[in-house]
């Protein structure tokens, strides 16, 4: 159903909502998703705007990851939100992907992520209606990794999802909202989370915050992350480093944003408190393109965003 | 999925086109396949390779990826828009002048996200070139040819906007 209204939106059954549709339309292809009940949200007028009101920036869901990654008030504001979007997947695919839809993206794995064909020859695992992990097979769930650049970046400045669910209207964390996602995701679609996010708040920076974005990917366009870092310092609020594409959901590095306080703390001593942190955190696993091995040798890519400590980068 | 139909209209080309769909179509299978333009190519069919690229409401997408009835209203230009043999399109004419063509498969995608690079940014600098190709694979021609053909292109354009050559059939 192509909805313009919320009251359209709101009146099926067993939705799942597209926004921009580019993260689903791989998976349905490949039979991996088997959704029966596709709502397209994003002609709805509630899912869009970009403004700041009342201390925070409102991002409508519907909102194009370009149209973010270039508005002024995002870059200038929120410059790991806009520098996130804009290192997503390519321009054709920023063109149309809604941020809504980036945070409710599946999660990826090289079992699944993969023709039916393909798929034949293994026993299904947990995200097709099995009960196994081909990943790591004694594990009680799907240890598949979300990916999304933006989330790192909404996790960043402590932002919260206006979600409908079940016909209640609530503000949640979006920690909370993609841990929630993260978990349904890793089993088939029948039992994924019926959460329309209708937009996204973030409190504005104080004075002399300086934040940032960085991405690792083999290919700087199309290529998902192997790697993403978020990092925020030099304002009256705590620092705070928060990590993606190494676990099920971003990480919050709470060691390594208590090490950043310090300002006497060299650059070497920070990205050791981030490997180690990371170690304990991330739960890397065989990935198309890198061996948990060598991802482990990416967490040192802190240091990308490191100049932000002296207001530089 | 399932097989609920609906009925789309779409500014094809300038033209109004109206067809019946079915939910999970892709607009790539539209085209190609309803409207029987085969310019846009499937390529990975997974939007990774830019092959499908098509303009919608002025923006390049990867047609392979972009719902059917999510285009439902919306403006598409197709490489089959865009010029014709006798008039072709100053990117067209371009990419063979610099020779930025071998199989030529991925040959319409790149043109159709050079022409919404150069609609919105006539003049663009080597690095925004870039960045606007960077979701468009060549497997053999390689890009340095590919750029050449867009600086060619962005000149002959730039002149038609300021009325040096008069206005392009």
């Known amino acids: 159903m192509l909805a313009k209204t919320m009251e359209e939106i709101l009146r099926a059954e067993h939705p799942t909502y597209i926004g921009g549709g580019t993260d689903i339309m791989p998976l349905l292809k490949n039979h991996v998703r088997n959704d029966q009940d596709l709502v397209f949200v994003s002609e709805v007028p509630d899912l869009h705007g970009i403004e700041e009101k009342e201390g925070y920036l409102y991002l409508g869901a519907g909102e194009r990851l370009y149209d973010i990654s270039v508005n002024d008030l995002v870059k200038e504001k929120w410059p790991a939100i806009a520098q996130a979007a804009g290192a997503t997947a390519s321009p054709q695919i920023r063109n149309i992907a809604t941020v809504g839809g980036n945070i409710m993206q599946d999660r990826r794995c090289i079992y699944f992520n993969q023709s039916r064909y393909w798929r034949s020859g293994l026993p299904l695992c947990f995200k097709t209606g099995g009960k196994v992990c081909l990943q790591i097979p004694n594990s009680p769930v799907c240890r598949a990794i979300y990916y999304s650049d933006v989330a790192t970046a909404l996790m960043l400045y402590e932002a919260e999802a206006e979600c409908v669910e079940n016909g209640q209207r609530s503000w949640v964390p979006v920690a909370e909202l993609i841990a929630r996602h993260s978990q349904a995701n890793g089993l088939a679609c029948s039992q994924h989370l019926p959460v329309l996010v209708v937009r996204f708040r973030a409190p504005v920076p104080p004075e002399g915050e300086r934040s940032g974005f960085y991405k690792y990917a083999m290919r700087a366009t199309i290529d998902f992350p192997l790697i993403n870092f978020a990092l925020r310092c030099g304002g009256s609020r705590p620092a705070r480093v928060v990590a993606g594409a190494v676990a099920p959901e971003p990480v919050v590095l709470e060691e390594t944003a208590h090490m950043l306080e310090n300002s006497q703390a060299a650059d070497e001593e920070i990205l050791a408190c981030c490997e180690g942190e990371l170690k304990k955190l991330a739960k890397p696993i065989k990935e198309a393109c890198i061996s948990p091995a060598l991802k482990r040798g990416l967490y040192q890519y802190l240091s990308f965003l490191l100049p932000l400590r002296k207001g530089n980068g | ?169």
């Open chain 2, 1 to 169: 999925m399932t097989d609920k139909q609906y009925q789309i209209t779409l500014k094809l080309n300038g033209q109004t086109r109206s067809f019946e769909v079915e939910e999970g179509e892709t607009l790539l299978h539209v085209l190609r396949e309803r409207a029987g333009l085969t310019g846009a190519k499937k390529g990975c069919d997974l939007g990774e390779c830019g092959a499908c690229t098509v303009i919608l409401d002025g923006r390049a997408v990867n047609s392979c990826c972009v719902f059917a009835v999510s285009a439902d209203g919306k403006q598409v230009e197709t490489i089959e828009g865009i010029g014709s043999e006798e008039h072709p399109h100053p990117l067209q004419q371009a990419f063979m002048d610099a020779g930025a063509i071998q199989c030529g498969f991925c040959t319409p995608g790149m043109i159709m996200a050079a022409k919404a690079l150069l609609d919105r940014n006539p003049h663009p600098t080597r690095e925004e070139v870039r960045q606007a190709m960077s979701g468009n694979l060549c497997r053999c021609t390689g890009y340095e040819k590919i750029e050449q053909a867009i600086a060619m292109a962005a000149e002959v354009v730039a002149s038609y906007a300021e009325g040096k050559e008069g206005d392009r059939a």
